[in-house]
């Protein structure tokens, strides 16, 4: 069972900075891919950015440059910094991630709320 822990949220001005964490614990586990999603009111859940294992990530066309996803995989720990934020980024962030060992789950965050104000 993996245990997952978001932080960093909060309101901030367009423009502004916002660095979400996402901290896994729990016992007998092997975290492979981890990511961040996120759910506007109204809107269908979507995927933004991943991180495998070795450091490889991919983005959501439209946070390139501006969102940055990293991990410490000794802390089972992965961030999402996210620079120069728009309006249309607010949202609930969700980390999930994958436990490569059996019975091989998919784990999600509690969520937390990204406010960009105008």
């Known amino acids: 069972q993996v245990r997952l822990v978001e932080s960093g949220g909060g309101l901030v001005h367009t423009g502004g900075s916002l660095r979400l964490s996402c901290a896994a614990s729990g016992s007998s586990f092997f975290i492979t891919t981890m990511e961040w999603y996120r759910q506007a009111p109204g809107k269908q859940r979507e995927w933004v950015a991943g991180i495998t294992r070795a450091g490889r990530t991919n983005y959501l066309e439209s946070v390139k440059g501006r969102f940055t996803i990293s991990r410490d995989n000794a802390k089972n720990t992965v961030y999402l910094q996210m620079n120069s934020l728009k309006p249309e980024d607010t949202a609930s962030y969700y980390c999930?991630?994958?436990?490569?060992?059996?019975?091989?789950?998919?784990?999600w965050g509690q969520g937390t709320q990204v406010t960009v104000s105008s």
């Open positions: 999930r991630v994958a436990d490569g060992q059996y019975p091989f789950r998919d784990y």
